[in-house]
């Protein structure tokens, strides 16, 4: 214990010692087509283990690769969403190295002419407190060198399979499916930039129908490289990559190891060796995978079998005009337009599904923030603990928009209004039918009011006095005495009011 | 000489291949020999000349190039795995990677 106490506390010194982190990111996000990028093999995941394999893209001597026009369309969402120029003129290379999920001996990727390049993409990111809450949400501006395409290897399967001492298995329903390579210049400062640009990336990716990216599911993967310097050095340290991080949590760990891995060994003289290491989540630590003398010479040339890929303007300007408002653009709109918090404004726009909802709502409603609210306390509730997006809630826009009239209008109070929602929810009922079944209906008029509160007057006179002469914490009891009365049905706010006045 | 023995074996090494050093020795000054007699075609003047990259016919027509997302039938695991070398419960088997 002391030992561990010993190791970990000038850590803590000298990463606020004059040590700055420099991180660039690569991020490879699966398309969300059909089919495979250069063949017509399904790309649907969890089928039997290579059912989804024909001679392209299983490497079969002779095959010819055609491309996916789809894939280039959605290429062409991920890279004008993320601030990319897409160029008229990109090229396939093929990328050359031996690997058992690799079965033609060289991946189809882009080189030196990339599908898109020059991005520059603002995100908003935020330093944590200890806790990990963000303290002061801030712009900062991305450089995205640049999204190009190319094709995905296959899986080495070992679960569940036999002798996986001495064999590994390959699937090569995977192989083919088509990928956008997203590359960012060294811009992160910290893991958390790294984490808020993932995010961002997710959700935008997500946003525009260009990817599902889905880390668990595989079809979202990062590989930050890391390195560190002195504050005030003009120069990158020497950078190690990272690999096998299938959690945005699980990057941000391996992204701090390797921080105070590289520190500690600078600190004590040593010298960060340029590497790729593996993040291991079992023993919480990297490790080494290949070195920079192991490091591949993937001898790019260009792909003979693909002509250069050429979109036109009008291709360009026809997705640009597809395109929806951008979940950032309309967080601001909605921070603007309906008096949102930034973090009201987060969360709704953390889908596009979820912002189209609330607008609908809105407009059924005419109560942004109460619908705000409604939604982000109440039916967030019941979707997550169904597992259901926005777009699949059994309760539509324009009926929760209703059930929100009944609420403002008192028709209902608060608290029947979020019972009614629980059962639209389950049952997909409207509130009126329920309002009416149950005989929820809010009594807010005065006459029928006051003649319950004279009944439970005159049936505690004792009360009544003790209350007059000075006991005011009496008042309570008789609300709800009249609430009880009348069933729960009277509009507390009246009940108040006209106790008020018969007691004084 | 534009290829060296380090050449051959570095290339060896990126091709998979074993060789020997008696086979480097041999090779070096070969293949040495077929690069200089091709880099002759550097003396030409291609500047006006657009470079001729892939999707190209015999013939020099265009193949086709693009096609709509559309799922085509598969082989299918049985004929996939059919003329593999080592295959085992629907799998490609080989020997043990990291």
Redesign the interface.
Same mark, same amino acid.
């Given at each position: 214990m002391l030992y561990f106490r010993l190791k970990i506390f000038p850590l803590e010194l000298n990463m606020k010692n004059g040590w700055e982190t420099v991180i660039g990111l690569e991020i490879h996000a699966q398309l969300s087509?059909?089919?495979k990028i250069f063949?017509?093999?399904?790309t649907h995941f969890g089928d039997?283990?290579?059912?989804?394999?024909?001679?392209v893209c299983?490497g079969l001597p002779g095959a010819?690769p055609?491309?996916?026009?789809?894939?280039?369309e959605l290429g062409a969402r991920a890279a004008l969403a993320l601030g990319l120029q897409i160029n008229e003129r990109s090229?396939?290379a093929r990328k050359?190295y031996?690997?058992?999920d690799l079965p033609k001996g060289y991946q189809i990727s882009q080189y030196d002419q990339p599908f898109s390049a020059n991005g520059e993409l603002e995100i908003m990111t935020a330093r944590r407190d200890e806790a990990g809450h963000p303290l002061e949400w801030a712009p900062k501006r991305i450089r995205i060198t640049r999204l190009h395409l190319e094709e995905d290897a296959g899986k080495?399967?070992h679960e569940g399979? $036999?002798d996986?001492?001495?064999?590994?298995?390959?699937?090569?329903n995977r192989a083919g499916t088509p990928l956008a390579e997203i590359v960012t210049e060294p811009e992160f400062r910290s893991s958390w930039e790294a984490h808020d640009y993932v995010n961002h990336v997710r959700r935008v990716l997500r946003w525009v129908g260009a990817s599902e990216a889905d880390m668990e599911k595989g079809n979202l993967r990062c590989e930050p490289n890391v390195s560190v310097r002195r504050i005030g050095n003009e120069t990158f340290g020497t950078k190690v990559e990272l690999k096998n991080l299938n959690s945005v949590r699980f990057m941000q760990r391996a992204i701090e190891f390797e921080i105070e891995r590289q520190i500690t060994l600078l600190e004590s003289g040593g010298k960060v060796n340029q590497e790729t290491r593996l993040w291991d989540e079992r023993a919480q630590e990297t490790r080494v995978?290949r070195s920079k003398e192991e490091a591949h010479?993937y001898?790019y040339f260009?792909? $003979?079998?693909?002509?250069?890929l050429e979109v036109s303007v009008e291709f360009i300007d026809g997705v640009k005009a597809s395109m929806p408002e951008l979940p950032e653009e309309r967080r601001q709109r909605f921070v603007q337009q309906y008096d949102l918090s930034f973090s009201d404004a987060s969360q709704l726009t953390s889908e596009r599904t979820l912002a189209d909802y609330y607008e609908s709502a809105v407009e059924a409603s005419g109560n942004a923030r109460t619908a705000a609210n409604w939604i982000r306390s109440e039916l967030l509730r019941e979707l997550e603990s169904s597992g259901l997006a926005a777009s699949a809630s059994p309760i539509p826009p324009q009926e929760l928009g209703k059930l929100l009239r009944l609420v403002d209008e008192d028709k209902i109070s608060g608290k029947q209004g979020k019972d009614v929602l629980v059962e639209m929810f389950k049952t997909g009922r409207t509130a009126a039918a329920i309002v009416e079944e149950q005989g929820l209906a809010q009594v807010s008029d005065t006459g029928e009011i006051d003649g319950v509160i004279d009944e439970v007057l005159a049936a505690n006179p004792g009360q009544v006095t003790s209350y007059r002469s000075g006991k005011e914490t009496l008042f309570g009891f008789f609300v709800g005495q009249v609430m009880k009365a009348s069933k729960g049905k009277a509009n507390p706010r009246v009940v108040n009011e006209r106790l008020k006045a018969k007691l004084s | 000489m534009p290829i060296n023995e380090s050449d051959i074996e570095k290339i060896a090494q990126l091709a998979h291949l074993e060789i020997s050093r008696e086979e480097v020795k041999v090779f070096a000054p070969q293949i040495a020999e077929i690069v200089t007699y091709v880099e002759q075609l550097n003396e030409v003047d291609t500047r006006s000349i657009e470079p001729a990259l892939g999707g190209l016919t015999p013939e020099g027509e265009l193949t086709a190039s693009t096609r709509d997302d559309v799922v085509a039938p598969s082989l299918g695991q049985r004929l996939a795995l059919e003329e593999a070398p080592d295959a085992a419960a629907g799998h490609f088997r080989v020997p043990k990677i990291l």
């Open positions: 087509t059909e089919s063949c017509g093999c399904s039997e283990p290579n059912s989804n394999t024909c001679p299983l010819l055609v491309l996916n026009r789809r894939a280039v090229i396939f050359n031996f690997y058992p080495n399967v399979l $036999p996986v001492d001495r064999f590994s298995y390959i699937d090569l995978m010479d001898r260009p792909e $003979p079998d693909l002509a250069p | -």
